[in-house]
């Protein structure tokens, strides 16, 4: 249930419908909008009922039920785009558009330095780079791990860019979460409850990645696990999803940006990189998707694809990379958004 609370409603209303969500065993979240504060009631379904009590309490002007299955992600809730800080310079979810550029893998200092200050040239906001890597072999390279997690925290300093990197389990989440600006939940770790809950509680934003077989309501209940841990700075991410097509890596479902951005305030991101698989498709399905109206977007950039450790056929040469970033501009301009 929502509890709608009148514009300028006093700190002591409000304090006494969070005590009494709390007694009828209920969780409260306060979501503060420009005009009105809301506070979301979570928990059991079947006991709702009690909470409409709530609106004759002073300071309330309507209790009303939340409809989707997911509640703390879902509009209903909150009906502004929640905009999400990542550093002093960069938040994600306003007007301007952010690209998250960088390697599949962090392989060595020169690599990884290379890469932020060749991304960071171009004009990408954030560096990404996967330090813990969940791949599909088990004989494949596995990551660098706390080491790739230290040359992250290097090429920050270096590049002045925040960085993205990827947590897999959920006993690795206080390390990474002390290296990284936002944590990256993989499409293979989308439905991990208890990493989702883990990363909730980790005080830092989260990229969620769309698990490749799921549908874009499973994504928002993923979402929701990470919500209602407390930590509201979730931002999702499309990145292609398995169908029948083999001419590409994954079918990235560019509808998905517009349909989740009708469902959810939250920031969506696409990843054409895996999305398609191949290199050559990567600017024209990022141009897409900026026009489909995502808010940032995960690009694979790697200085000799040819020999990277993982992903190099659709990691983009920074050569490469700024081109489609000066292409991207023109189609932010169209879109009414920035880079
Ligand atoms: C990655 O970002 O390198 C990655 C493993 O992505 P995904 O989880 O989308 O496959
Ligand atoms: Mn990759």
Known sequence: MIIVMKAGAAKKDKDEVIKRIKELGY????????????????????????????????????????L???KLASKEVKKEPSVIRISDTVAIGGQEIIVMAGPCSVESEEQIIATAREVKEAGAHVLRGGAFKPRTSPYSFQGLEGEGLKLLAKAREVAGLPVVT?????????LVAEYADIIQIGARSAQNFALL???GQAGKPVLLKRGMSMTIQELLMSAEYILAEGNQEVILCERGIRTFETATRNTLDLSAIP?????????????PSHGTGNYHYVAPMAMAAVAAGADGLMIEVHPDPEHASSDGP?????????????????IALAADRRI
């Open 27 to 66: 969780q409260p979240h306060v979501i503060h909008g420009t005009t009105r504060d809301v506070i979301g009631a979570i928990g059991d379904e079947r006991g709702k009922l009690a909470l409409q009590s709530i609106e004759s309490m002073p300071g309330v002007e309507s209790v009303v039920p939340i």
């Open 259 to 271: 349909v989740l951005k009708g469902k959810t305030h939250l920031p969506v991101v696409a990843d």
């Open 314 to 330: 659709q990691s983009l040469k920074p050569a490469k990379f700024a081109a489609m970033m000066t292409q991207l501009r023109r």
């Open 197 to 199: 809950k883990k990363v």
């Open 166 to 174: 990827e947590v897999i389990t959920p006993e690795t989440v206080d």
């Open 68 to 70: 989707q299955p997911y």
